[in-house]
């Protein structure tokens, strides 16, 4: 029997796969985040073979040391910024992610922040709650139309891809895009023009959509010097991870007409928020729900315990992340 251990409640999904191939399941009682010292203290209640993390568990070498039986890290998310993923490969450990999963709903929901923005969706709900509608207006909240202009990603991985194709497909858009490998899936399906460095992207997106990991190399690569380079008119989009963008230094572009708006689903010191962010009248906010449908729910947990499955097995997990 292989002991497995789930960090908080996931979809049922994953635990019935673990339990229908021979592992006996431990969930975490607590409905929150576990603090480092907690989650150490659950992982030596017992020898476990599999540890099944979510994003907010920072797994390093001392949490390692505390469970020195485990095989594998399986991350219930796309990324693995969360994963000391130098240290795992040094001791052998497996590490691995869910790059399936929601992969599309991601993409959704980046376009969802750009049409809440371009269309004043926000600002319009509070008009209307606030009773301020007396009759139309010609002037009131205009908006602007994307049809037709550039898209700039930064990252084309399946998430950037499926934004680059609502772009193409559904708004005729141009798409420039830099990442650090070309994709030429992405140009050939969505006529997308690959661009050497980032900032060749900034300086012509009307909309920039960012989806990167997060490393040492991208964090903050969204600084105030970057925003300069921006259109005035333009908007950005972030449903990555937080800390590629200095947050301090985006709510002084948003102050100051540096960039015409913004779309965050996730923050630099998450759950908390820059100074004077939540104040901006040119931003829509949202709680890191990007992937929250239960379809890419229930796919994030059976890649997670799909990997760990074949861990026991014997064999090696579909989504190793040892690429550092």
């Excluded at 592992?23 to 480092?36: F, G």
């Excluded at 991208?218 to 950005?236: G, I, V, W």
Aim: proline share 6%.
């Amino acid at each position: 029997m292989n002991n497995v251990f789930i960090t908080r409640k996931i979809p049922e999904l994953g635990v019935t796969i673990l339990k229908a191939n021979g592992c006996e399941v431990d969930v975490s009682p607590l409905d929150r985040p576990l603090t480092k010292a907690e989650l150490i203290a659950a992982l030596r209640v017992k020898p476990y073979d599999a540890v099944l993390t979510l994003l907010t568990d920072k797994i390093d070498a001392e949490v390692m040391d505390a469970a020195p039986s485990v095989k594998i890290f399986a991350n219930f998310t796309i990324g693995f910024d969360n994963l000391d993923v130098v240290e795992g490969k040094k001791r052998g450990v497996y590490m691995t992610n869910a790059p399936g999963g929601g992969a599309d709903r991601v993409a959704e929901h980046a376009w969802a922040l750009l049409l809440a923005l371009t269309c004043r969706v926000v600002e319009g709900d509070k008009f209307m709650r606030s009773g301020k509608y007396v009759g139309w207006d010609p002037m009131l909240l205009p908006g602007i139309k994307i049809a037709g202009k550039t898209l700039g990603l930064i990252g084309a991985g399946r998430i950037g891809t499926e934004v680059a194709r609502i772009a193409s497909k559904g708004f005729g858009m141009r798409i420039a895009y830099h990442d650090i490998v070309r994709n030429p899936k992405i140009e050939s399906l969505h006529s997308a023009t690959y661009w050497p460095t980032m900032e060749d992207v900034l300086k012509q997106g009307d909309v920039i959509s960012l989806h990167v990991p997060l490393t040492p190399e991208t964090k903050h690569f969204m600084s105030a010097e970057r925003f300069k380079l921006m259109k005035p008119s333009a908007y950005l989009i972030n449903t990555s991870r937080g800390p590629v963008i200095d947050e301090a230094a985006l709510v002084e572009a948003l102050r100051a007409g540096t960039i015409a708006g913004a779309g965050l689903d996730v923050y630099e010191n998450e759950p908390a928020m820059a100074a004077g962010l939540a104040d901006l009248p040119n931003i829509v906010l949202t709680p890191h729900i990007a992937s929250a449908s239960m379809d890419a729910r229930d796919d994030m947990a059976r890649i997670s315990a799909q990997n760990i499955v074949e861990v026991m097995m014997g064999g090696k997990p579909s989504n190793l992340v040892w690429s550092v």
